[in-house]
């Protein structure tokens, strides 16, 4: 899995604002692509880094912020380093057979999602279709829910509210866990049934911005729907 330069210069910009970095103290710095850990490093305020003893010149510099290595104390319990997490998704508690959701292709950027039982929506009525999974995402990102091209002209249904969107602090939010579902509204006369395992749509991760003196409305404190309250 690379890991974006922006990533590892962020990394160490929060551990010299923090202080959680003292000058002179011992880093592990993680080999991702060969699953290896290479050695120590010792980073100072210029960021000039002791490995294994020996001193990299500025010019050397420059490979330690190229997503090649990642950079985490020495001092943690174990030597199995863990990847840093950035965004994903997790199978919820109470959905034990649920499927993760996909690409289609490589070059696919939305990740298809997977009904986890029946559903039946009543004609011109809407159904949610639960996926029995949660998305983790940094705080300035968003999944957006988008319908599957084939269910408005196939089954006559569309997504209730046109896009949806699950902000990060849905996950593992006290009502639900963070499960994702789509709401589908029947536009037909007939009963649609959704059946487990198929298809529902798909997500897709976005940076968002916020305005200038943004005030937020505070914490979540629900689930589905639960900031339009």
């Not at 508690?93 to 289609?104: F, H, I």
């Not at 968002?208 to 339009?228: C, L």
């Given at each position: 899995?690379?890991?974006?330069?922006?990533?590892?210069?962020?990394?160490?910009?929060?551990?010299?604002?923090?202080?959680?970095?003292?000058?002179?103290?011992?880093?592990?710095?993680?080999?991702?692509?060969?699953?290896?850990?290479?050695?120590?490093?010792?980073?100072?305020?210029?960021?000039?880094?002791?490995?294994?003893?020996?001193?990299?010149?500025?010019?050397?510099?420059?490979?330690?912020?190229?997503?090649?290595?990642?950079?985490?104390?020495?001092?943690?319990?174990?030597?199995?380093?863990?990847?840093?997490?950035?965004?994903?998704?997790?199978?919820?508690?109470?959905?034990?057979?649920?499927?993760?959701?996909?690409?289609?292709?490589?070059?696919?950027?939305?990740?298809?999602?997977?009904?986890?039982?029946?559903?039946?929506?009543?004609?011109?009525?809407?159904?949610?279709?639960?996926?029995?999974?949660?998305?983790?995402?940094?705080?300035?990102?968003?999944?957006?829910?988008?319908?599957?091209?084939?269910?408005?002209?196939?089954?006559?249904?569309?997504l209730s509210n046109g896009v949806g969107v699950v902000d990060s602090d849905y996950y593992n939010n006290p009502d639900n866990e963070g499960d994702i579902g789509f709401a589908f509204l029947n536009i037909t006369n007939e009963i649609v049934i959704i059946k487990k395992g198929e298809k529902l749509g798909q997500g897709i991760f976005e940076?968002?911005?916020?305005?200038?003196?943004?005030?937020?409305?505070?914490?979540?404190?629900?689930?589905?729907?639960?900031?339009?309250?």
């Open positions: 899995m690379n890991k974006p330069i922006n990533y590892i210069l962020k990394a160490l910009d929060e551990f010299m604002e923090d202080n959680r970095l003292s000058f002179g103290k011992s880093f592990y710095l993680y080999d991702w692509k060969n699953k290896e850990v290479k050695g120590y490093a010792v980073i100072s305020p210029v960021y000039k880094v002791s490995f294994n003893g020996e001193e990299w010149r500025n010019d050397r510099i420059p490979e330690l912020l190229s997503g090649k290595y990642i950079v985490q104390p020495a001092e943690c319990e174990s030597k199995e380093l863990q990847t840093p997490r950035i965004r994903g998704f997790e199978i919820c508690s109470t959905a034990k057979d649920a499927r993760l959701p996909e690409r289609a292709t490589k070059h696919s950027a939305g990740y298809d999602f997977f009904a986890i039982k029946d559903v039946k929506i009543l004609p011109h009525c809407v159904g949610v279709a639960w996926t029995g999974i949660k998305a983790y995402m940094p705080k300035d990102e968003v999944l957006k829910i988008y319908n599957r091209s084939s269910n408005a002209k196939k089954k006559g249904i569309m940076k968002y911005m916020v305005a200038d003196n943004d005030i937020h409305g505070g914490e979540r404190v629900g689930g589905f729907g639960s900031t339009g309250k």
